[in-house]
């Protein structure tokens, strides 16, 4: 008899897109001392919001540019090449994106402020919107982001009210301008304490926020060249280990890089032993690859980047060091990372994993904020590698990606194979797969 994940729990764990976890929270975070937090207390108040001074608008984007640049290379200690454009500049390359792709793109800074949040936005060819959010205040913001995390990553059935404010705080205000605008796809900048957070698991009242928009997060505009190129012919280094010396083994790596290549994907597939620093870049020397997918252990954590780090079999390579692997040359176009848990709520693990691109030199980086489990990172990626072969826009097939789930169900059949729609995606689980998948149902029968 097929069991089915129930629609409410797959939207609430591909919502959140890879920043889902089947598994309890463990934070490395700084918890805001709060016993008792009563949302009611911090309830919306749309008259708390203000336009901000459009004759100073533009000279606060530029500022807040300069800023978040300053702090990445000081975490880096690194010299970042960057555009130095300002927004009337940014708003023309919108303008130009629209017109090459079809896509109507938008920026969204959100500034977290001692007494207010500043949110400023830039649409194709307009003038930028500034908002001010009296009410998301720094620690009001901190205590319903925190609160958010928690109940999110445990898979808690009471996450509405946190993900509704917080949906009403840093997406209404600017809403309208999206909806005039026909935006489709929304670029955000996050400020400290929000660079980790689940944008995509917001809810306004009906829907997440990942149903209405592509959305992807960058460290700065001026820091990340907005490029598009069609993936769908694209080469995959798809590499990975299921047993490690010193950490935890990921039984499901196996079946998840024979779900990428060498069908429907071309290119070179290296399990276990193979898997080592020296054998990356020999691969590369040989040919070029414009993704790579490392299904392994990558962890950010506070302190400095050489306390964070992605796991060969060999060895770690720390984040100070990412960029020795030179995947800036010749430039991968994406960097797949499929088991990653970061510190949400620190500002320095924040910092590692929203400048994981910047770091490693590639053009673009998909990753879990926390640890996914083997079933959940095999289904999604197998999903996405097929979404991505037909549609051109890495935002766009992580999306599609996402929406699948919540309307076909994601089923496990008696033969231990798993299935979304009519496509079989891998067959022949493991027992402890198995289990897992199990424990998934067990908890979309709760949150029913």
């Given at each position: 008899?097929?069991?089915?994940?129930?629609?409410?729990?797959?939207?609430?764990?591909?919502?959140?897109?890879?920043?889902?976890?089947?598994?309890?929270?463990?934070?490395?975070?700084?918890?805001?001392?709060?016993?008792?937090?009563?949302?009611?207390?911090?309830?919306?108040?749309?008259?708390?919001?203000?336009?901000?001074?459009?004759?100073?608008?533009?000279?606060?984007?530029?500022?807040?540019?300069?800023?978040?640049?300053?702090?990445?290379?000081?975490?880096?200690?690194?010299?970042?090449?960057?555009?130095?454009?300002?927004?009337?500049?940014?708003?023309?390359?919108?303008?130009?994106?629209?017109?090459?792709?079809?896509?109507?793109?938008a920026v969204l800074w959100l500034l977290p402020?001692?007494?207010?949040?500043?949110?400023?936005?830039?649409?194709?060819?307009?003038?930028?919107?500034?908002?001010?959010?009296?009410?998301?205040?720094?620690?009001?913001?901190?205590?319903?982001?925190?609160e958010f995390v928690e109940k999110v990553s445990?898979?808690?059935?009471?996450?509405?009210?946190?993900?509704?404010?917080?949906?009403?705080?840093?997406?209404?205000?600017?809403?309208?301008?999206?909806?005039?605008?026909?935006?489709?796809?929304?670029?955000?900048?996050?400020?400290?304490?929000?660079?980790?957070?689940?944008?995509?698991?917001?809810?306004?009242?009906?829907?997440?926020?990942?149903?209405?928009?592509?959305?992807?997060?960058?460290?700065?505009?001026?820091?990340?060249?907005?490029?598009?190129?069609?993936?769908?012919?694209?080469?995959?280094?798809?590499?990975?280990?299921?047993?490690?010396?010193?950490?935890?083994?990921?039984?499901?790596?196996?079946?998840?890089?024979?779900?990428?290549?060498?069908?429907?994907?071309?290119?070179?597939?290296?399990?276990?032993?193979?898997?080592?620093?020296?054998?990356?870049?020999?691969?590369?020397?040989?040919?070029?690859?414009?993704?790579?997918?490392?299904?392994?252990?990558?962890?950010?954590?506070?302190?400095?980047?050489?306390?964070?780090?992605?796991?060969?079999?060999?060895?770690?390579?720390?984040?100070?060091?990412l960029n020795r692997l030179q995947l800036n040359?010749?430039?991968?176009?994406?960097?797949?990372?499929?088991?990653?848990?970061?510190?949400?709520?620190?500002?320095?693990?924040?910092?590692?994993?929203?400048?994981?691109?910047?770091?490693?030199?590639?053009?673009?980086?998909?990753?879990?904020?926390?640890?996914?489990?083997?079933?959940?990172?095999?289904?999604?990626?197998?999903?996405?590698?097929?979404?991505?072969?037909?549609?051109?826009?890495?935002?766009?097939?992580?999306?599609?990606?996402?929406?699948?789930?919540?309307?076909?169900?994601?089923?496990?059949?008696?033969?231990?194979?798993?299935?979304?729609?009519?496509?079989?995606?891998?067959?022949?689980?493991?027992?402890?797969?198995?289990?897992?998948?199990?424990?998934?149902?067990?908890?979309?029968?709760?949150?029913?």
């Amino acid at each position: 008899m097929l069991k089915k994940i129930s629609r409410q729990i797959l939207l609430f764990l591909i919502a959140i897109g890879l920043s889902f976890t089947i598994n309890s929270f463990v934070s490395h975070s700084q918890t805001i001392p709060n016993k008792l937090i009563d949302l009611g207390a911090i309830a919306y108040n749309d008259r708390k919001i203000a336009d901000i001074d459009s004759e100073n608008l533009s000279n606060l984007i530029y500022g807040v540019e300069g800023k978040w640049e300053d702090q990445y290379e000081a975490y880096f200690q690194e010299d970042f090449e960057s555009l130095s454009m300002k927004p009337r500049q940014i708003s023309q390359k919108l303008l130009e994106i629209s017109e090459e792709t079809g896509k109507r793109t938008a920026v969204l800074w959100l500034l977290p402020q001692p007494e207010a949040l500043n949110a400023f936005l830039i649409t194709p060819g307009k003038e930028p919107i500034g908002k001010q959010i009296r009410e998301a205040n720094e620690r009001s913001l901190a205590i319903v982001t925190q609160e958010f995390v928690e109940k999110v990553s445990n898979l808690a059935n009471n996450y509405l009210p946190s993900s509704q404010l917080l949906y009403k705080w840093l997406i209404t205000p600017i809403e309208p301008d999206l909806q005039a605008e026909k935006i489709d796809t929304l670029i955000t900048c996050l400020g400290v304490g929000l660079r980790t957070l689940p944008l995509a698991a917001l809810h306004d009242g009906e829907h997440f926020l990942i149903e209405k928009y592509n959305l992807t997060r960058i460290p700065g505009f001026n820091l990340s060249p907005i490029t598009y190129t069609n993936l769908s012919d694209a080469k995959v280094l798809a590499m990975g280990a299921t047993e490690f010396k010193n950490q935890a083994p990921l039984p499901g790596v196996e079946v998840e890089l024979s779900a990428i290549g060498p069908n429907p994907w071309q290119g070179v597939t290296i399990l276990n032993q193979d898997f080592t620093v020296a054998n990356l870049q020999a691969q590369r020397q040989q040919e070029s690859f414009e993704i790579i997918h490392l299904a392994t252990h990558a962890d950010f954590v506070p302190g400095i980047p050489r306390n964070s780090y992605i796991q060969f079999f060999d060895r770690k390579v720390t984040l100070d060091r990412l960029n020795r692997l030179q995947l800036n040359d010749p430039p991968v176009e994406l960097l797949v990372l499929s088991a990653c848990q970061t510190a949400v709520g620190d500002r320095d693990a924040e910092m590692g994993f929203a400048g994981l691109a910047l770091q490693s030199g590639v053009k673009s980086v998909l990753a879990s904020l926390w640890y996914v489990s083997d079933a959940g990172t095999l289904a999604l990626m197998s999903e996405f590698y097929q979404q991505l072969k037909t549609i051109p826009f890495k935002a766009d097939a992580l999306r599609q990606t996402q929406l699948a789930y919540s309307k076909d169900e994601c089923i496990c059949n008696k033969e231990n194979s798993l299935i979304l729609g009519e496509r079989l995606l891998c067959h022949q689980f493991s027992p402890i797969l198995k289990r897992i998948i199990s424990l998934i149902l067990s908890i979309g029968r709760v949150l029913v």
